[in-house]
């Protein structure tokens, strides 16, 4: 299976949900690889992100990600995706989190879908939009797809 990219949201040494649904979603894209941005990845951290499935943990560390994480993270990822050659990558859809996967989308010329709320196994995106009143069916077709999820959309689940 090829690797699927989840960039961490984290506060210091403590995963936010949203990375441990990030990493639920990427395992039935392929082998889940955490993007860690910044300080704090501890054993424990990398235990934990084991447990939901991540495959490997990449930390990228400096002063310039500490204090101003977009423009290095968006480089980052797509430097990972011209190496790596990922299925995917998958970001939750905060704000630092969608102009990082914007960046790195026109960076990569790939495509990018936000705010999904559900990702099937053939990297088809469900969106809910207009206040969930239509649902829309998407899937990137140029480069790798880079999609951003909301939030508590998709349940964590250990593997």
């Known amino acids: 299976m090829s690797d699927v990219i989840v960039l961490a949201e984290h506060f ?7 990375t441990l ?3 639920t979603a990427a395992r039935s894209l392929g082998t889940p690889v955490v993007l860690w941005l910044g300080a704090g990845c501890t054993d424990s ?13 990449l930390v990228a560390d400096s ?10 993270g968006a480089e980052i ?3 990972l995706i011209g190496s790596m050659s990922p299925a995917a990558v ?9 102009e990082i996967a914007a960046r790195a989308a026109i960076k990569s010329g790939s495509g990018i879908i936000t705010d999904a709320v559900e990702i099937a196994a053939d990297g088809t995106v469900t969106q809910s939009v207009f206040g969930g009143s239509t649902i829309v ?10 999609i951003t999820v909301r939030p508590n959309a998709i349940p964590a689940t250990q593997e």
């Open 45 to 57: 951290v990398v235990e934990t992100l084991g447990s939901f499935g991540a495959s490997q943990v």
């Open 90 to 98: 998958l970001v939750a859809s905060s704000a630092d989190g969608k």
């Open 63 to 72: 002063d310039a990600v500490r204090n101003h994480p977009v423009a290095p």
């Open 21 to 23: 649904e990030l990493v």
């Open 12 to 18: 210091d040494s403590e995963v936010k949900k949203v």
């Open 77 to 79: 990822v797509a430097e």
């Open 137 to 146: 069916h998407s899937k990137v077709t140029h480069g790798t797809p880079i």
